[in-house]
């Protein structure tokens, strides 16, 4: 690898616990994992897809400021959810961030997450050009 790999940390607990980073940027590429409504204090929208996928996408902000991008270099999200009639609410918090921008993106339901708790998880890529 040429370029120099930064490796960005949030301090959540389950990065070390895992072994990932929060995100990893690589050249004009930033890559961030799998962002959810866990924060430093705890859950924020308990029992609430709107404001859980609010949080993952403040989340996803907070590393890509770290990493030297912003929500408007984001070309992909990847949007997990544990149940996928709440997509309307969810999709309306991943509008107001993206809307702009209008990444590629994919709105799947899976199982479960880590947490019963949570009910969103959001992945982002970015591309810094030029």
């Known amino acids: 690898m040429n370029e120099p790999r930064q490796n960005i940390s949030s301090g959540g607990p389950w990065e070390e616990r ?12 930033v890559y961030v994992s799998g962002c959810t409504a866990m924060t430093p204090h705890g859950l924020a929208g308990a029992g609430d897809p709107y404001a859980q996928a609010r949080q993952a996408i403040e989340t996803i902000r907070l590393a890509l400021e770290q990493a030297g991008a ?13 149940d996928i009639s709440a997509w309307p609410a969810i999709a309306r918090a991943h509008a107001e961030a993206f809307s702009a921008v209008r990444p590629a993106a ?25």
């Open 18 to 29: 895992v072994g990932y980073s929060r995100a990893v940027r690589v050249g004009p590429h």
């Open 70 to 82: 912003s929500l408007s270099h984001v070309v992909r999200t990847r949007i997990f959810v544990v």
């Open 106 to 130: 994919t709105m799947v339901q899976v199982a479960a997450l880590i947490d019963p708790s949570l009910l969103v998880e959001i992945e982002a890529d970015a591309y810094l050009s030029g």
